[in-house]
């Protein structure tokens, strides 16, 4: 297995607007307790991995050891954020475990913490279970790379495994154009203005403002079979959705937050941002950094009487910011606020969102893994991602389609939403994927 030439690799790599926001979610979650912004891929196998074999894949993968030899240097007035390479002999190291319940993780998986001073930003564990199937598990700090990154970096470690070239260069977000300040000025202020405007109160958020904190994070997943994951895509399109089945997986969450804020005695507006790949279709790179922006979705009660009314509802904000450039604009704004020290731009966001980040959230990875059949010579059964808990709100849906099969995997707070109430979710969510709306 060829090893690369450390030579190829950056000294510094300066963090993207949507980055320096994953900063400020950070010292959120530090501040309220929240579970870290640690980021997890599960992929789970029908025969157990062997530890020496992905030890060695990823030893030998030069885009790993890099992850394993950075730290923050943090920014200025004058200077952005940026990653600092240094070949401190650290490595990835690829922990293994035993464990009793199928396809569980152990809980201290779950509760390690990768924080932003770290040695090394990524894990890897090994889970075996009585049945003789494993999983794989990837963790990594959400400031690093998004989802989209992880699945190339999935890919390039495949490639490894493969004795296959990679370029390094893809790897890395490219050299950015000399920004024009006046345009950043006012391209900050529109954009402050259109969201400010889109979560205007009263946002009905599924936090609940007696509660300070969220101390821990759990994860609820639900499996759909392929025949089951068909009617699904039908009644997508049946329901108005035109441009793939995410406004109609959006407009089904809705559905379920609102009636759980109605049995709370809360009837407000239903405010979500939705992160928007901000790569060109079909690219390859890069993988370090996060490369989204946001749509940001207001659903009025009156939109909200049935599916189909949803879905127009978000298919018109979409088409509608889409045409005006909105997500482009929003990275910009994330660029300019790239050169505010982290405590002011932590205060500037909780001031304009006045403690209510949305009222759920909501991620999908789209096809990414939809054809991830095979890695590291063995066949992949299934795969999960567990995200950071933002809190608030504290819950928070992703979507995730593999071989034909869809998973849902809600992240939750104890604290936020009680076990009947989780219950009810799944069951009402459940339902209006499944409906029949011909």
Not at 117 to 142: E, K, T
Not at 165 to 173: D, T
Not at 373 to 392: C, M
């Amino acid at each position: 297995m060829k090893l690369y030439d450390k030579a190829d690799l950056p000294k510094k790599v300066r963090l993207s607007g949507a980055d320096c926001f994953h900063l400020v979610l950070d010292k959120h979650a530090k501040k309220h307790q929240a579970g870290g912004n640690v980021m997890r891929k599960i992929i789970y196998f029908n025969n157990a991995l062997c530890p020496d074999t992905i030890n060695t894949v990823l030893q030998s993968s030069l885009l790993i050891h890099w992850l394993c030899n950075i730290e923050l240097v943090p920014g200025s007035l004058l200077t952005i954020p940026y990653w600092k390479y240094a070949d401190k002999g650290n490595k990835i190291t690829v922990r293994e475990h035993q464990h009793g319940v199928a396809d569980e993780l152990p809980a201290g998986i779950l509760s390690r913490d990768i924080p932003v001073n770290a040695d090394v930003f990524i894990d890897c564990d090994i889970v075996h279970y009585p049945s003789g199937n494993c999983s794989l598990v990837i963790s990594w700090n959400h400031i690093l790379m998004d989802g989209k990154g992880n699945s190339l970096l999935i890919k390039h470690l495949d490639a490894v495994a493969n004795g296959e070239e990679s370029k390094i260069a893809s790897f890395f977000p490219a050299r950015e154009k000399k920004p024009n300040i006046l345009r950043y000025i006012i391209n900050m202020y529109q954009v402050k203005k259109f969201v400010q405007d889109s979560s205007k109160r009263p946002i009905s958020s599924v936090a609940d403002k007696a509660v300070k904190s969220a101390s821990s994070t759990a994860y609820k997943t639900i499996h759909f079979n392929n025949e089951k994951t068909e009617k699904i895509t039908g009644n997508a399109y049946t329901c108005g959705a035109r441009f793939g089945n995410t406004i109609f997986y959006i407009a089904c969450c809705a559905h379920v937050i609102n009636k759980l804020n109605q049995q709370r005695g809360k009837n407000g507006v239903i405010w979500l941002p939705v992160p928007y790949d901000g790569r060109l279709r079909g690219a390859t790179g890069p993988v370090i950094s996060n490369c989204v922006a946001f749509l940001f979705y207001r659903i009025p009660q009156t939109a909200l009487t049935g599916i189909r009314e949803t879905v127009k509802c978000i298919s018109d904000q979409m088409t509608n910011q889409i045409k005006n450039k909105r997500p482009q604009k929003y990275t910009l704004f994330l660029n300019m606020m790239r050169h505010l020290p982290l405590g002011i731009y932590y205060r500037f966001i909780n001031y304009s969102s006045r403690g209510v980040f949305a009222s759920f959230l909501y991620t999908s990875t789209g096809e990414n893994f939809a054809d991830l059949k095979h890695l590291f010579g063995q066949q992949v059964r299934d795969i999960t991602i567990l995200p950071a808990l933002t809190f608030p709100p504290g819950l928070t849906f992703v979507f995730l389609k593999h071989n034909n099969g869809l998973n849902v995997n809600i992240a939750y707070s104890p604290d936020i939403v009680t076990k009947d109430e989780l219950f009810d979710i799944e069951q009402k969510l459940q339902q209006l994927l499944l409906n029949n709306y011909s």
